[in-house]
């Protein structure tokens, strides 16, 4: 059997069929098949924030999703394949070592829009986002059950920003951002600083307070169920991705990572995936 849930349901089944912290199961009252403490524990995802500046001119995305443009653009997507609707959205991005480690610790998604997100409605404006990512973070979060019953909800701390080293790199990165605003291709087009306000692009504590207001997902998470060598206590599967404890079980998503990769996810979980079929069809095995 292969599990491939993602990193916050793969815990959830593994705990809820017996598979995690022998105590935290035994005081929900499920019955512990594999005693592996790891599970859940080691959560990681990628943060990123929003540098908006209003433009002078109207030449961004706003407005072109509403009424008679977006009918122009749909016609001329059916008629030619060509125009706004080919577009990913994301028109530009970049990687960048802000903190002189040797090698890029930010990445940059560059959307010609004035986004929102789920809890903030988007800023009624022309203008431009370049939104820093931190690549590596170091800090942990968890996942745990709520009780044994499987339609309860799990109990989800992502620990962001617990390692006060992810809000130094995203402080730096939202500086670079800023940095890319007053950059004389951009400083030309850019009318005003929207978000933060223009009042805190050169507070550093103002800078903070605003990236601890505004950080969210990019939907990378990972590293619930994390790949360790036997001598790792919060190791949950070996290098053929077997699950400590059990028979005919393994895992193939982004919950096995150690540590998040430095970039998007996609291509490394199919990585995974190929390299699961190959140990599971004996196309491939490790060494003892």
């Given at each position: ?163 006060p080293d992810d809000m130094e790199v995203m402080l730096r ?116």
């Open positions: 059997m292969v599990l491939c849930a993602g990193a916050l349901e793969t815990p959830r089944l593994l705990m809820l069929s017996g598979i995690g912290d022998a105590e935290a199961l035994k005081g929900h009252g499920i019955a512990v098949a594999a005693d592996v403490p790891g599970v859940g524990r080691n959560y990681q995802d990628h943060l990123e924030t929003n540098v908006q500046c209003a433009t002078k001119a109207p030449i961004s995305l706003f407005r072109e999703d509403k009424g008679l443009k977006a009918a122009r653009h749909m016609a001329q997507y059916l008629a030619f394949r060509s125009g706004l609707l080919t577009s990913n959205v994301v028109e530009s991005g970049g990687f960048a070592d802000v903190s002189g480690a040797g090698l890029p610790d930010v990445q940059f998604h560059v959307l010609p829009a004035l986004v929102g997100f789920i809890d903030r409605d988007p800023i009624e404006d022309h203008g431009m986002s370049i939104n820093p990512c931190v690549l590596r973070p170091k800090s942990r979060g968890q996942v745990r059950l709520r009780s044994k019953d499987p339609k309860d909800r799990i109990v989800f701390d992502a620990g962001s920003f617990s390692d990165g939202v500086k670079k951002a800023i940095e890319i605003y007053r950059a004389p291709a951009l400083a030309s087009l850019c009318r005003e600083f929207v978000l933060p306000t223009a009042a805190a692009v050169d507070d550093d504590e103002a800078l903070r307070g605003f990236i601890r207001q505004t950080a969210k997902t990019v939907y990378h998470p990972s590293g619930t169920a994390k790949m360790a060598p036997a001598t790792d206590p919060m190791g949950v599967v070996d290098a053929e991705l077997k699950v400590r404890g059990t028979r005919g079980l393994r895992v193939a998503d982004c919950s096995v990572m150690p540590r998040l990769v430095s970039g998007n996810t996609n291509a490394p979980v199919m990585m995974i995936a190929e390299r699961c079929a190959r140990f599971v069809t004996g196309r491939e095995s490790l060494p003892n």
